[in-house]
């Protein structure tokens, strides 16, 4: 399993209602990184997709505490052991996690690699919402991409593991 995400100098990524930067360029890596393959995320992160639909050419899988919930196209699950379980089923063994910040944090033990793009600036609104602090948590940065400038705002592809 992989985690993704557009991540502030702080480790901020969203203001509990989006993104906290518009980066086409980072859109444009986030498809071509998860096209094909199975995102995990929690129901808040689906909600805030365009339409709250989910993400085409995708298998979704919404992880949340609320067991009444149902969202057409979407699988859902309601701990980690069901959706490890679920992969399994599925014979699923490349899937990304998406987020929010509470589905990173949860699901962050099961990972082996991390795709974060890094934004130097920090964004105009305080995130409230923030992904775990890798170098905290003993995850090394192991590639790194040339500076990519957009919108005023200079970040790079990188990648962590345990």
Not at 24 to 30: E, I, N, Q, S, V
Not at 77 to 85: C, F, G, I, K, W
Request: hydrophobic share 35%; net charge neutral; aromatic share 10%.
């Amino acid at each position: 399993m992989k985690a993704i995400a557009a991540i502030a100098p702080d480790w901020g990524i969203g203001d509990g209602a989006g993104m906290l930067y518009s980066l086409p360029g980072d859109l444009k890596y986030f498809r071509r990184q998860t096209a094909g393959h199975t995102v995990i995320m929690g129901r808040k992160t689906l909600e805030s997709l365009p339409g709250g639909k989910p993400l085409p050419k995708r298998r979704n899988i919404v992880l949340t505490r609320d067991r009444s919930y149902k969202k057409r196209g979407v699988y859902v699950v309601h701990s980690p052991r069901e959706l490890l379980e679920l992969l399994a089923a599925l014979g699923d063994t490349d899937p990304f996690v998406i987020g929010g910040g509470e589905i990173y944090r949860l699901l962050l033990p099961y990972c082996d690699a991390c795709l974060l793009t890094r934004v130097d600036q920090p964004p105009e609104i305080s995130p409230s919402v923030f992904f775990p602090d890798l170098a905290s948590a003993g995850w090394h940065e192991t590639a790194s991409s040339e500076p990519q400038e957009e919108n005023g705002l200079t970040y790079r592809f990188t990648e962590w593991e345990p």
